[in-house]
């Protein structure tokens, strides 16, 4: 199994997980995280390996620490992930590894976990997910919506 296929198989478990807690009195709360991540499940799938935001995530240590474990996101990132409901689905892959409240300090793969380091092209620039463009304030702006 590839990077890509165990990062989309992980996000559709967590859809499935948040589809089971849909409830009558949470407004759509929790259908929305299903959807948001099922999207992003659909997205991952069409990246290869060797695709920016992959790399980005293999380098974090998310698929363990020489790339072929399954992925595993650290504590924040997994929270980060759960409660996902909104944006583009490569914005919540650019985010997963600089979660808040992750240990930067740790070595890559460490207990099989996600570190968060910055989120960088190797050659000094910014990784500009496709179908995006820079904003000059280390955002970016997508060009999938209207």
Same mark, same amino acid.
């Given at each position: 199994?590839?990077?890509?296929?165990?990062?989309?198989?992980?996000?559709? !478990?967590?859809?499935? =997980?948040?589809?089971?807690?849909?409830?009558?009195?949470?407004?759509? /709360?929790?259908?929305?995280?299903?959807? !948001?991540?099922?999207?992003?499940?659909?997205?991952? $799938?069409?990246?290869?390996?060797?695709? &920016?935001?992959?790399?980005?995530?293999?380098?974090?240590?998310?698929?363990?620490?020489?790339? #072929?474990? $399954?992925? +595993? &996101?650290?504590?924040?990132? !997994?929270?980060?992930?759960?409660? /996902?409901?909104?944006?583009?689905? /490569?914005?919540?892959?650019?985010? #997963?590894?600089?979660? @808040?409240?992750?240990?930067? %300090?740790?070595?890559?793969? +460490? +207990?099989?976990?996600?570190? %968060?380091?910055?989120?960088?092209? @190797?050659?000094?620039?910014? #990784?500009? @997910?496709?179908?995006? $463009?820079?904003?000059?304030?280390?955002?970016?702006?997508?060009? =999938?919506?209207?």
């Amino acid at each position: 199994m590839g990077m890509t296929d165990s990062l989309a198989g992980y996000l559709r !478990a967590r859809a499935r =997980w948040r589809l089971d807690r849909v409830q009558s009195n949470d407004d759509g /709360w929790n259908a929305r995280c299903a959807l !948001a991540l099922l999207d992003a499940a659909a997205y991952a $799938e069409t990246l290869g390996d060797d695709d &920016p935001l992959i790399s980005a995530l293999n380098e974090a240590g998310c698929f363990g620490p020489y790339g #072929i474990g $399954e992925f +595993e &996101p650290g504590e924040a990132a !997994a929270r980060l992930i759960d409660f /996902w409901h909104e944006g583009e689905p /490569w914005e919540l892959l650019a985010a #997963i590894p600089g979660a @808040p409240g992750e240990d930067r %300090s740790s070595t890559p793969g +460490e +207990e099989g976990k996600c570190p %968060s380091p910055d989120l960088e092209d @190797p050659q000094g620039g910014t #990784i500009v @997910p496709p179908g995006s $463009e820079a904003r000059g304030d280390g955002r970016f702006r997508s060009r =999938w919506r209207g």
